[in-house]
Every structure is written in structure tokens, then in C-alpha cells.
Nanobody
Framework: QVQPVESGGGLVQPGGSLRLSCAAS????????MGWYRQAPGKQRELVAG???????NYADSVKGRFTISRDSAKNTVFLQMNSLKLEDTAVYYC??????????????????WGQGTQVTVSS
């Protein structure tokens, strides 16, 4: 069983910065992509940023120019550098990993995994 684990959330003032990390561990064969989603109270979960295995990235319009996603492939880890944070960035941030994992019989199965979420609160 693969488990992405997020860290780095917290409380920050408007205009401040935070860096989120997500490490995926387990019987991983290959990772096709990793990304970050967020869900604010009363709203649907939305994509914030994604990065594929060939280093292509995509961002929500609301975070372009402020957030940067990067990845350490050797450590199966993805980062989200968040700068110039705004009140509306407040949400629970979830890591997503699209990967293939080894099964008990040695086959591989492609699956989507989610982290448990980390709270980001932007407040003065």
C-alpha cells in the first residue's frame, strides 16, 4: 500500500510564504505524476498544481505566478512553494500521486493515491 504523506502547512499572514512537501512511499513501480489539490470549507476540491513524469506542469489560474510545483524523483517527493499568499488560499491541501505499484504476485497496478491533507490558513 502506497501512502503519500504531506507536511509544511500552517498559519501565515497575507503576503507570506509556505512550502508544502509530499513524499510517497511503498511498493512503487513508477510515478506518472504528482500534484496538489485544495478544498476550502463549502467548496469542491480543486486542482492547484500538477507535475507529470516528463516535467510538464499545470497550475490553476488563481495561483499562476505565485505557486511553484517541483519534484525530487529520486525521493518520490513533490513540493509546492507558495508565495504571496492570499486569504482565499486558505484550505486543506491534498497531495495526489498517480502511480503504478507492485502487487503481491509481482504484477503492477496503476492507481491514484491521496494524502491525508494539510491545513493552510492565511490570516492577519
Amino acid at each position: 500500500q502506497v501512502q503519500p504523506v504531506e507536511s509544511g502547512g500552517g498559519l501565515v499572514q497575507p503576503g507570506g510564504s509556505l512550502r508544502l512537501s509530499c513524499a510517497a512511499s511503498g511498493s512503487i513501480f513508477t510515478i506518472y505524476g504528482m500534484g496538489w489539490y485544495r478544498q476550502a470549507p463549502g467548496k469542491q476540491r480543486e486542482l492547484v498544481a500538477g507535475r507529470s513524469s516528463n516535467s510538464r506542469t499545470n497550475y490553476a489560474d488563481s495561483v499562476k505566478g505565485r505557486f511553484t510545483i517541483s519534484r525530487d524523483s529520486a525521493k518520490n517527493t513533490v513540493f509546492l512553494q507558495m508565495n504571496s499568499l492570499k486569504l482565499e488560499d486558505t484550505a486543506v491541501y491534498y497531495c495526489n500521486a498517480d502511480l503504478s505499484e507492485y502487487s503481491a504476485n509481482g504484477d503492477t497496478t496503476r492507481r491514484d493515491y491521496w494524502g491525508q491533507g494539510t491545513q493552510v490558513t492565511v490570516s492577519s
